[in-house]
């Protein structure tokens, strides 16, 4: 069955880039856009962007450009997501999603 | 961008009875296409979301018919009949129309 499994969680200094990762498992990982969704702590959820792992192409939320890189390794189908300059509003937990199947979260942490 | 306003934000029900949740939208979710990327999540305590209805009405898959979608343009409904304890958590909808994807708020589903 469809698996998207995430990196484990992070504690970062304020900022610091952190690198989290998504390997899916179950489907041709090629075929099918990768998005990164973002929760805050006891909040809703907010769409980060998005990437097409055949070709790279990437859309992004503009509140997230700039914080965000999105990047994939066909090879081991695994997506990736950078976040830099972090600061407290960056601590949440991050998901990977193909839009029907999620990952687990990364909870991230920015604290010094 | 989207807003997607969701009524009530929580809803205490009795198991066997019926919920249902408003999502309305700043714009119509009519894409160009004519399709209307309107989809329905719930997550769970501490859970990642899962998809429950994807395009207004059409139930994923493993979803059972106690769940059901409706709704055009800006204003759309999900309804839960026959509660059980495994619907408890937070319904979000989600648009994918426009650019960026937007969240509703949430409406917590508790018992009574």
């Known amino acids: 069955q469809v698996k998207l499994l995430q990196s484990g969680a992070a504690l970062v200094k304020p900022g610091a880039s952190v690198k989290m990762s998504c390997k899916a498992s179950g489907y041709t990982f090629t075929d099918y856009w990768v998005s990164w969704v973002k929760q805050s702590h006891g909040k809703s959820l907010e769409w980060i962007g998005e990437i097409y792992p055949n070709s790279g192409a990437t859309n992004f939320n503009e509140k997230f450009k700039g914080k965000a890189t999105l990047t994939v390794d066909k090879s081991t189908s695994t997506a990736y997501m950078e976040l830099s300059r972090l600061t407290s509003e960056d601590s949440a937990i991050y998901y990977c999603?193909?839009?029907?199947?999620w990952g687990q979260g990364v909870m991230v942490t920015v604290s010094s | 961008d989207v807003v997607l306003t969701q009524t009530p934000v929580s809803l205490l029900i009795s198991l066997g009875g019926q919920a249902s949740i408003s999502c309305r939208s700043s714009?119509?979710?009519?894409?160009?296409?004519?399709?209307?990327?309107l989809h329905w999540y719930l997550q769970k305590p501490g859970q990642s979301p899962q998809l429950l209805i994807y395009?207004?009405?059409n139930r994923f898959s493993g979803i059972p018919d106690r769940f059901s979608g409706s709704g055009s343009g800006t204003d759309f409904t999900l309804k839960i009949s026959r509660v059980e304890p495994e619907d408890l958590g937070v319904y979000y909808c989600?648009?994918?129309?426009?650019?960026?994807?937007?969240f509703g708020g949430g409406t917590k589903l508790e018992l009574k």
């Open positions: 989600l648009q994918r129309t426009h650019n960026p994807w937007t």
């Open positions: 714009q119509s979710l009519v894409h160009s296409n004519g399709n209307t990327y």
């Open positions: 395009q207004v009405s």
């Open positions: 999603t193909s839009g029907t199947d």
